[in-house]
């Protein structure tokens, strides 16, 4: 069959590498997002789904939004069927009428739970014990279709999103093509989505704000849903603390109040509701990424330090006796 794929990000790239390398298919064109500013000298910057597809010699189509113009060059190609993978933007009518065979989606959850931009994420955060990959039929309902193939993961209850992701992209790559295999030989059975459906949209910076006071199982979920990105942080004094590496500080700890912190040996720990976090790697602003313990040793009166309550501090100013977060390692 002639393929048209549709993707953007890293976790895209096995799934195109892997139809491109098939004996059977071949990959007449990709959609991806236009390039990025990155960096400081915000450099405009392909993506991950382009730099491969000019790795591997297939034409690219580059567009932020689907146009007339992007769906007649995306016809033009005479594809049988398109495959989306992570394109960061939804395709409609009429795109998704123009090849003979539509298009299927590489979707990193068990549909229909987390239907949406961020499943793995969400996923982690609900403290799901199960995820997977599923390959569905693109219809005008978001994430609707049915079902071709679905592999599933069990959780283990310490894996990041990104680590996580990586995991998915590979497995469901191997997924994407024995589906595409199947769809061309017309073995496919697909069957409509069973279950409760549940929502995943996109991540906000507000989601990656971790608040002590909910359970420590709780907020160690949300820490591994928000990593690497949009990043895990608490403020405290007014500054944001981003916490790049954690982990439940585990039995035998010192009891430590919910939102406090505590230099146990050379164990940084952060009190949450019923437990401890244990905080591996931090960054304070404007400094670079340090041992946390190094960390709170190197501020001065860290037996008053506490993260900040956004409730109370939306009632009126800080309390006293709260120091700065920034302090550098001694």
């Excluded at 382009?50 to 591997?56: C, F, I, R, S």
């Amino acid at each position: 069959m002639r393929l048209v794929f549709a993707g953007s990000p890293a976790a895209a790239v096995p799934s195109l590498r892997a139809l491109a390398a098939s004996p059977d298919h071949e990959v007449a064109a990709v959609l991806t997002r236009d390039d990025t500013p990155q960096g400081r000298k915000r450099v405009l910057t392909p993506t991950p789904v382009a730099d491969a597809a000019a790795e591997l010699g297939i034409p690219v189509i580059k567009a932020r939004r689907i146009t007339d113009e992007v769906t007649s060059a995306i016809v033009e190609t005479q594809a049988d069927l398109g495959v989306i993978v992570a394109y960061g933007a939804l395709l409609r009518e009429p795109l998704l009428s123009t090849l003979r065979l539509g298009w299927i989606n590489l979707h990193f959850s068990l549909l229909p739970r987390w239907r949406g931009a961020a499943p793995v994420q969400r996923a982690l955060i609900a403290g799901d014990t199960e995820t997977g990959a599923a390959v569905f039929q693109l219809v005008p309902e978001l994430d609707a279709g049915v079902v071709h193939g679905q592999i599933t993961k069990p959780l283990h209850g310490d894996e990041t999103a990104g680590v996580l992701l990586g995991e998915l992209a590979i497995s469901g790559a191997l997924l994407l093509s024995r589906v595409v295999d199947e769809i061309g030989a017309g073995t496919s059975t697909p069957v409509e989505q069973q279950g409760d459906v549940t929502l995943a949209p996109k991540l906000t910076l507000d989601d990656a704000r971790l608040d002590p006071s909910q359970p420590a199982a709780a907020v160690y979920d949300r820490f591994r849903g928000v990593t690497p990105e949009p990043g895990a942080f608490v403020e405290v004094a007014g500054a944001r603390l981003k916490l790049l590496a954690a982990k439940p500080a585990g039995p035998g700890t010192p009891a430590v109040p919910a939102g406090a912190f505590l230099l146990d040996g050379r164990r940084a720990l952060l009190g949450a509701g019923g437990g401890a976090l244990e905080l591996v790697t931090v960054q304070p602003a404007g400094k670079k990424p340090m041992a946390a313990a190094d960390w709170l040793r190197g501020v001065a009166s860290r037996e008053t330090l506490r993260v900040d309550d956004p409730a109370a501090e939306a009632d009126g100013p800080a309390a006293p006796g709260t120091a700065s977060a920034t302090g550098a390692a001694s």
